[in-house]
């Protein structure tokens, strides 16, 4: 996740299915996803429901996650047989939706038709929040660690926050927590990991958004960062390790294309 956290889906998005002016939660709306069963007027913030349900319970996302880990640990070993053993290696690695799952607080937030992409309750979940391992994390990070390469965990979680995030991933087991280690929102992520360079041979970034990966993608608009995506093409795959987010990203606010036919169904 990085920091940026554009407004998902705006109230003009949304205008073709209910007016955002009024929406109270429906009855039911908690125990099923806020889908308008039996043709109650849905919350705008319902709409969200695709993108969470593919992000937290298909079998397809977990797939993906355990195979980007899985890549990251071969290309680690071949990092680690490149370089030698004392060339004082490091990776960088993000945290919510790469490390870490926090899809229980926006399904919390859209079940209650709350607009989870305003982060207004980020903090909480924050400093009380319980969320869950990213399938293949925890084995790539151990095998980092048993490794002797560095890990720097850089998130825009709040800094004000950070004894709670250092306590959620000390709960978590994960390795090399640590008050240098976690490096959270201040600098942007780019100045962060300068700091790691200067003093690491970094190796491998782990991310789901393009700003984890390169400053580049922070300033540039969803074109400027598809090309840099085909500039970039090698990295990925490679020390560049993308995991999936449908929850939200700047690619949230893209106009879609469609085929330009009029609808017929047989």
């Known amino acids: 996740m990085t920091f940026s956290r554009n407004t998902l889906l705006t109230a003009t998005l949304f205008a073709g299915i209910v007016p955002l002016a009024g929406l109270v939660p429906i009855a039911g709306a908690a125990s099923d996803g806020a889908d308008g069963a039996d043709g109650e007027t849905l919350c705008a913030q319902a709409a969200y429901s695709m993108g969470l349900r593919y992000q937290q ?31 004082n290696l490091a990776i960088i690695t993000d945290l919510d939706e790469t490390v870490l799952d926090n899809s229980a607080l926006l399904v919390r937030d859209m079940q209650a038709c709350h607009d989870f992409t305003t982060w207004d309750t980020w903090k909480h979940w924050e400093r009380e929040g319980d969320p869950r391992l990213i399938p293949g994390a925890a084995d790539f990070l151990k095998f980092a660690d048993e490794q002797g390469v560095d890990i720097f965990y850089v998130s825009d979680r709040y800094q004000e926050n950070k004894a709670d995030t250092i306590a959620s991933l000390e709960a978590l087991e994960l390795p090399q927590v640590s008050k240098d280690s976690v490096m959270l929102l201040g600098p942007p992520k780019a100045e962060r990991r300068a700091e790691v360079v200067d003093d690491h041979t970094v190796v491998m970034q782990l991310g789901d958004s393009l700003h984890d990966f390169s400053g580049e993608f922070a300033d540039a608009d969803l074109e400027g960062q598809r090309r840099l995506v085909e500039e970039n093409a090698e990295r990925f795959g490679d020390d560049w390790i993308v995991f999936p987010n449908a929850a939200y990203g700047d690619w949230s606010e893209a106009e879609l294309n469609a085929w330009d036919v009029p609808l017929q169904s047989e």
């Open 57 to 87: 319970r298909s079998a397809e996302v977990a797939a993906l996650q355990r195979q980007g880990f899985a890549l990251a640990t071969l290309r680690l070993e071949q990092a680690i047989a490149e370089h030698g053993e004392d060339a």
